[in-house]
């Protein structure tokens, strides 16, 4: 029960530090400030006005790529423990190395089977929609 | 353009708007931006040989909305000018600006017949606070600007004044 207490307490305390310089700041704070060009409310805050929408159409080459670091991303993942277990059973570390090698190569037919498709050319790509 | 537009705070007590300013005054935070080379003798204050940290004025932040002075360091050409009323209008408000230098002071050595692209001073559109002279000022000036801009904020001087000699 107590434990309880001392978690509420400092749960409260953390609340209380997070959300209190927001209500000392909104009371003390003046309400408004001084403009010469009305552009206060502008979201940009290098001085320049902004140029269109950040809501607009990427190429889906960047999709693509950020597919093919995934299946890099998941080589290494998996080879962090790799790493770790390696050569650990005091043997000549032949049989750990073939597994390795064809875990790997497993993981880079992802990588070959983009590189056919044409994943690593970056131009700007149209779908035929299937009719 | 002054002080009057400004919407005053909910919670207002003499006392404590005393302390506030003394508060303000000795964190103030620059806005880091430099437009000539009077920038460069506000890096070298900011840097460790004249460590503008002494007088809390180090933070020198990115962005206009985390600042209380433009310290407007260097010439304002016509194509800055727009940039520099943006910055302005973004920083909340307590809010003071320095000129430094001459060319932000009265457009320095820019003034002659025929000058087409150079505002000639900030104060042609900003209420500047303070004025640095100097062609670039020296660190020890700025600092010298930064102390005054404090003693206008709380109304006492905190640091002795050095005499010229």
């Not at chain 1, 693509?64 to 080589?75: C, E, G, K, P, S």
């Not at chain 1, 190395?97 to 790997?104: C, G, K, P, T």
């Not at chain 2, 060319?103 to 025929?114: K, L």
């Amino acid at each position: 029960m107590l434990d309880m207490l001392y978690v509420a307490a400092f749960t409260l305390g953390g609340l209380l530090f997070a959300v209190g310089p927001f209500v000392i700041a909104h009371l003390l704070a003046p309400r408004s400030t001084r403009q010469i060009d009305q552009r206060t409310k502008q979201p940009i805050e290098c001085g320049v006005e902004p140029i269109g929408e950040a809501w607009i159409r990427y190429g889906v080459v960047f999709y693509l790529y950020a597919l093919i670091f995934l299946a890099f991303d998941v080589d290494v993942l998996f080879l962090f423990p790799v790493a770790m277990a390696y050569n650990t059973d005091a043997g000549l570390g032949m049989r750990d190395f073939i597994e390795i090698v064809i875990f790997v190569a497993i993981l880079a037919l992802a990588i070959v089977y983009a590189w056919s498709k044409g994943v690593f050319k970056w131009d700007r790509r149209t779908y035929n929609q299937p009719s | 353009m002054g002080p009057e537009n400004v919407q005053p705070a909910i919670v207002k007590f003499a006392a404590l708007d005393k302390l506030l300013g003394l508060g303000r005054a000795n964190s103030l935070w620059p806005m880091t931006f430099g437009l000539a080379c009077c920038a460069i003798e506000m890096m070298a204050t900011g840097a460790a040989r004249f460590d503008l940290a002494r007088f809390g004025a180090e933070v020198f932040r990115p962005s206009p909305r985390q600042c209380d002075v433009m310290i407007v360091a260097g010439t304002i050409s016509k194509k800055m000018e727009p940039a520099i009323k943006t910055l302005y209008d973004q920083m909340p408000e307590p809010k003071w600006v320095i000129a430094m230098g001459n060319c932000a002071i009265s457009g320095g050595p820019f003034v002659f017949e025929g000058q087409y692209g150079i505002v000639e001073g900030a104060d042609k559109f900003l209420p500047v606070d303070i004025y640095i002279p100097g062609c670039p000022p020296r660190p020890e000036a700025l600092i010298e600007g930064i102390l005054e801009l404090e003693e206008k904020i709380t109304g006492t001087r905190r640091w002795p004044r050095v005499e010229a000699g």
